[in-house]
């Protein structure tokens, strides 16, 4: 199951300010909340060599680190959270800024040129909690970075200045819409925020007690799709704050959902939960249209890597439209990835990994997927294939959380153990 410190990321997906309706809502401020210009040592980076020849403090012996692994080797590795947690990163829209968020209760900034000097151009500061999720506006206008206690903050990029701080229940994700100056988080108690970043306006929806685990946009921008512990699936039009539907109303043993994504062009919506299965339902009439399971068919030897866990859903995407392919992609805790066409609604192929994951990524234009592994390393899945194509790592302990740059060029991962890897994706794959 999933954990409250590594949430899940969902991908944003608008309209525009014009098209949406706010409640008027009193915003906390903090005026002595800062983002740190940092250019001393004391956050520092390292390169590959310090990093790679540091394995005696492997951390208390959990994980592999660089020793041994024949994959390819980030380019850069960035460790300015202390030794804590980075729970999230995320680039730009133009793919030279990195935002990555840890368990220090701070986010770093990161550009092309603080990258390769080793330290982060801003620090983030005035949270209370881990910062579990760190994303930057469609525009790359502002930024936001939130935590576990509900405090969220949004940043003017430009000058790094303070804009709003926004108060929640304990957080569980945020991500901005995908056309607007408009973001979204969701709460332990079921709470959807959305503010208009312009004006501050806020409006709540409530769904359920329970909760949301996850939530998606629609192709649309207009409408929200919200996943809960309870088992409640719900689509939310975003002006009127109706429920348009209850997908999972008088379905048998509602299992929790952990992950859900919305087709960017059909009327289709996926959810993915504890009990090993997806859920596919039509957004417009509410119907389901099947469920298909992501554990190992009877046949199949028991081949987990971690034993005794639940086969939870962890990840469910559908591929771009630009990578020509019509595919949606599931990925569990003890790690099957499984693909499905999504025409047919019928298998393409199952692989299982070496480990469990927490995170599934399709390549933007290319018929690759990338997977974030319990065992520290990013695995490249050629679908066409169904093969793994290139390791790329390796972590100390498990990858958190995977973003890649819209062209496809760069890819960053998150890791328990402090550290921020970035890898050219341009390099050919080691044979």
């Known amino acids: 199951m999933r954990a409250n410190k590594t949430p899940p990321h969902p991908g944003a997906s608008g309209v525009h300010d014009d098209d949406m309706m ?3 809502m009193e915003d906390t401020f903090d005026d002595d909340d800062l983002i740190e210009i940092h250019d001393d040592d004391e956050n520092e980076g390292t390169d590959l060599g310090d990093f790679a020849d540091d394995e005696e403090d492997d951390m208390d012996g959990e994980g592999l680190g660089m020793e041994g ?3 390819q080797k980030p ?4 460790t300015s959270h202390q030794e804590s947690a980075v729970f999230c990163c995320s680039f730009d829209g133009t793919g030279n800024r990195l935002i990555s968020g840890g368990e220090d209760d701070v986010a770093n900034i990161w550009d092309n040129s603080s990258i390769k000097s080793q330290s982060p151009i801003c620090v983030c500061r005035g949270h209370k909690d881990s910062v579990v999720s760190a994303s930057f506006s469609w525009d790359s206008t502002f930024c936001c970075t939130a935590d576990l206690s509900g405090i969220v903050k949004v940043w003017k990029v430009a000058n790094n200045e303070l804009l709003h701080t926004f108060e929640t229940g304990e957080l569980s994700w945020s991500f901005w819409h995908f056309g607007s100056n408009v973001l979204f988080a969701g709460c332990d108690d079921g709470s959807i925020y959305m ?3 312009n004006t501050g306006d806020c409006k709540i929806y409530s769904g359920s007690s329970a909760k949301c685990e996850h939530a998606a946009l629609l192709p649309d921008g207009k409408r929200l799709l919200a996943g809960y512990a309870c088992g409640t699936l719900k689509l939310f039009d975003l002006k009127s704050g109706e429920t348009l539907f209850n997908f999972t109303k008088g379905l048998p043993n509602p299992s929790p959902i952990l992950c859900v994504a919305a087709h960017s062009s059909k009327n289709l919506v996926a959810a993915g939960s504890a009990d090993g299965t997806v859920k596919l339902f039509n957004s417009q009439n509410g119907k389901l249209l099947q469920t298909v399971s ?5 046949s199949e ?3 987990s890597s971690v034993q005794g866990e639940d086969e939870t859903v962890e990840s469910i995407v559908f591929s771009p439209s630009e990578t020509g392919l019509d595919y949606v992609a599931c990925g569990t805790v003890t790690g099957h990835v499984v693909v499905w066409d999504v025409a047919t609604l019928t298998e393409r192929f199952r692989i299982q990994q070496d480990s469990g994951l927490t995170k599934v990524l399709w390549d933007p234009r ?9 065992d520290g390393v990013v695995r490249a899945i050629d679908v066409r294939s169904g093969s793994v194509d290139r390791l790329l790592g390796r972590h100390r302990t498990e990858i958190l959380d995977i973003c890649i740059t819209k062209d496809g060029s760069k890819l960053a991962s998150a890791s328990e153990d402090g550290s921020v890897f970035i890898y050219n994706l341009l390099q050919a794959p080691s044979t």
């Not at 380019?75 to 960035?78: R, T, V």
């Not at 992501?294 to 009877?298: E, F, G, I, N, Y």
Request: with cysteine.
């Open 75 to 78: 380019d850069y590795i960035l």
């Open 301 to 303: 030897p028991n081949t």
């Open 195 to 197: 503010w208009k970043i």
């Open 69 to 71: 692994f024949t994959g």
């Open 366 to 374: 290319l018929s690759v997927m990338y997977t974030a592994g319990l």
């Open 294 to 298: 992501c554990t190992p068919v009877a």
């Open 22 to 24: 706010g409640d008027d």
